[in-house]
């Protein structure tokens, strides 16, 4: 626990203007972000009798180790910098909001030649317009079958759209009429982007011009006797009718408005967001958060003002907020609203009518919200407290794991052998820190030797960060790692390079560091040599401005999925670099042991236990995610051909040459002359082309497994260039 006096500003350093200010903890990361209209007095009132502060500000101030402010112009420029801020350092002590469920949207692509209608998740792109959230999908899609009567607007993927105009023959919606069928010429680009704008229009709430337009329509039709056509426009206005209905009137005068409410306790608070367009609630969105700060309702609401219109322009603010809560003060709150909508926005409280009514009702679904979710998370919340205790007790720690990594090695016959690390943190997954890895430093299959490379690199990686920050120097001298005391590490080389993706599959590139070790201090490589070779890309959680990195963070618990010799391979390599606060243990699948390093027999935990149960989890977790990236790297190498090796040859010319020359056989027989002859080959690839070839053996014959005779390389190598193969 820090002493707040340590890092306590000098009289009169801070100023006594609006700014933003961080609080960082020891390891540089910042915990708290928070503005003032003032900066002066707030900063001092964190640095008063510990006695007097809030219970979750006095963790706060005890968790962190220094702070730092910015001055500001205005309280609007520093309500926009605090938001910001929350966003890039995600702060452990600010209030976070989490969407309790996925919510869909309407969206229509107005940026594409044809616009589409479709049900969209996640961040809004820009040049789509949106309507909703709504609480399901199927609530999306049965509004849209109705109105695609009227609107007959393009619903289908690019590649049906594709697929129907190289065919010249639309997909069945195109044949009964709930599509116009531009990907046949039924009508122009124009004509449907005009389509795709007044549905729109209708979807905004300017729906009274379109129902009289189809209702003179339709009479027009039945006084001109052409009662089929009458008919159509009746049922289309009954569809219409039936799709304003799912979303009754609530609000009179056509108003737009966003209604906030919110339920808390002492320790968590739900919010609840009915969006009203054009008088109709056109979707309702939710949060939970816990409390991690000192915050009253005013205060919840500011931040949930921010979460909503943070990143939203023009007409997705609504001209009226209203709000249980006016943020005080109100003004820069409002004036930043109105900057994001372009026009003046009214924050306020509804005191009487139906907006009241309607605040009463949002105001139910919020307490409804904490109460179901303070129901689910109860037993949730229980059981990984008691596993985390139980592994601590298992284990002999100090206290419970709170961050707990796991490593696995996964390959094939030695092939391709990969790693991965996931992170599991109070129990839950934390898929933003997953990291993969490939071994590359020795080529064959042997666990143990992958599994010390792993675990080096991760936690080398990690003393770099501290040695960056100057924490590494001062504590491994008093730990005493030298030469003499780390050894040298089982594996030969230095790890070349590193993939450190997250579960998206994303993947970092590497550079080159210059960072050693202090003279007389080895982490495990020759005296003089660098911490590690080539840099492994930045990581750990924070970089030097706290922002999220990778590596930096170290957990109490590494799991290995493994016995005995992968424990002790994985201890060696925190022995070897001095790490001696990360305890070590691996799970093994046969018996579901629990092996710690230097024991001569396992753990042994009882098969109901809730500590085993979540080892297993991460244990399976990390199997998981190796063996799917093993698997891609494995499908990568075995679509791979010799034409895959060439330099700068795409799939483009590889269909050139395929088709060129009909077969990889002919094509390795040809002369760099012949291979020049064909179109988009220069002599330089050519002579590229034709090297590679001779350096690769042709493949056996293939073999009709039916008949039993061979086939012929010529139809292989057309069958190869009709499904873009390079099989040699």
Known sequence: MADPSSYRPKPGQIPDSPGVYKFRDEHGRVIYVGKAKSLRPRLSSYFQDLANLHPRTRTMVTTAAAVEWTVVSTEVEALQLEYSWIKEFDPRFNVKYRDDKSYPSLAVTLNEEFPRVQVMRGAKKKGVRYFGPYGHAWAIRETVDLMLRVFPVRTCSAGVFKRSAQIGRPCLLGYIGKCSAPCVGRVTPEEHRELAEEFCDFMAGRTGTYLRRLEQQMHEAAEDMEYEKAARLRDDIGALKRAMEKNAVVLADATDADLIAVAEDELEAAVQIFHVRGGRVRGQRGWVTDKVEAVDTAGLVEHALQQLYGEERGDAVPKEVLVPAVPDPAEPVTQWLTERRGSLVDLRIPQRGDKKDLMQTVQRNAQQALALHKTKRASDLTTRSRALEEIAEALGLDSAPLRVECFDISHLQGDDVVASMVVFEDGLPRKSEYRRFQIKSFAGQDDVRSMHEVVSRRFRRYLLEKQKTGEWEEQATGAGVGPESTGTPESTGTPKSIEATEDTGTTE?????????????????????????????????????????????????????GGKPQVAAAQRALDELGVDDVAVCGLAKRLEEVWLPDEEDPVVLPRSSEGLYLLQRVRDEAHRFAITYQRSKRAKSMKAGPLDTVPGLGDSRKQALLKHFGSVKRLRAATVEQICEVPGVGRKTAESVAAALAGSAPAAPAVNTATGEIIEDEAAGAASSSNGGTRP
């Open 509 to 561: 590139d590497t550079g080159t560091t210059g960072i050693t070790a202090p003279a007389g201090q080895s982490l495990g490589g020759p005296a003089g040599q660098p911490l590690d070779g080539p840099s492994e890309g930045p990581s750990g959680p924070i970089d030097e401005e706290g922002r999220p990195k990778r590596f930096a963070y170290p957990p109490q618990l590494v799991v290995v999925d």
